[in-house]
């Protein structure tokens, strides 16, 4: 429901200004590009983990001049992180040791970018703000739970599995954009984001704490991110 919303709404907005004489790069006005988003795991950094200190984020990007300094934007974006889950350690049942599970996320965003002081065509330093929405997958490993059957505490080996989540964001960018050889644009800046989970098909005890820490890590993590791209001018 939501992407049939998200892919609505969109195709409405560039119907609404596919007419009417805009500027635009040697008379086209849209660009194909593909870009890498470079995000920092702040939690691996802080507690001094050997696995997963940077995300990195593959976008595949649509953009629309609809005037003198402003575009649209469309993007699919796809990252696999690793999720920090403590495990239950076999030799003690009363201690935990580090442990992660795999988290798959496409992203499809909506945004605006805006150019500072752009005269003929978007191009120079621009701020752009995105809606996002998010469809993920949480894959997990066997892992030892209790036995719910026994009267004292047991651990059992629990067969691994999956289930997915759904979520919104917002974000804002700081860029600069180029052309060259009035063929390829470059793109590169600054972003912020701030990453929400709405809906969550976890059932068991485990899945519900792994729909936690996946909640608390794209409540953190996305804020800061670097990334630059390239595109091609394509009519």
Not at 115 to 126: E, M, V
Not at 133 to 152: I, P, Q, R, S, V
Not at 153 to 171: A, Q, R, W, Y
Not at 213 to 231: E, K, R, W
Request: contains cysteine.
């Amino acid at each position: 429901m939501h992407i049939r919303a998200f892919l609505f709404f969109s195709f409405l907005i560039f119907t609404s200004t596919s007419f009417g004489q805009v500027p635009g790069y040697m008379g086209k006005r849209m660009t194909i590009g593909y870009s890498n988003m470079l995000c920092p795991n702040y939690l691996s950094f802080a507690l001094d983990y050997s696995v997963n200190k940077a995300v990195l984020t593959h976008s595949f990007n649509i953009n629309y001049i609809i005037s003198k300094q402003r575009e649209i934007c469309l993007s699919a974006k796809y990252f696999n992180r690793k999720i920090n889950h403590p495990s239950i350690d076999p030799s003690n049942y009363y201690s935990e040791i580090p442990d992660f599970e795999k988290l798959s996320v496409i992203e499809f965003s909506l945004g605006f970018k805006r150019f500072n002081k752009s005269k003929f065509a978007p191009l120079g330093a621009y701020s752009k703000w995105e809606g996002q929405f998010l469809k993920c997958k949480m894959n997990y490993k066997e892992y030892l739970g209790n036995d719910e059957f026994a009267t004292t505490p047991v651990l059992v080996t629990k067969e691994g599995g999956d289930f997915n989540l759904n979520g919104i964001g917002v974000s804002y960018s700081r860029g600069r954009q180029r052309v060259f050889s009035d063929r390829f644009v470059v793109d590169y800046g600054i972003r912020g984001t701030l990453m929400v989970i709405t809906t969550s098909d976890a059932k068991e005890n485990y899945e519900k704490s792994l729909s936690s820490d996946v909640s608390s890590t794209l409540n953190l993590n996305p804020i800061f991110n670097v990334f630059i791209g390239i595109g091609l001018l394509a009519f």
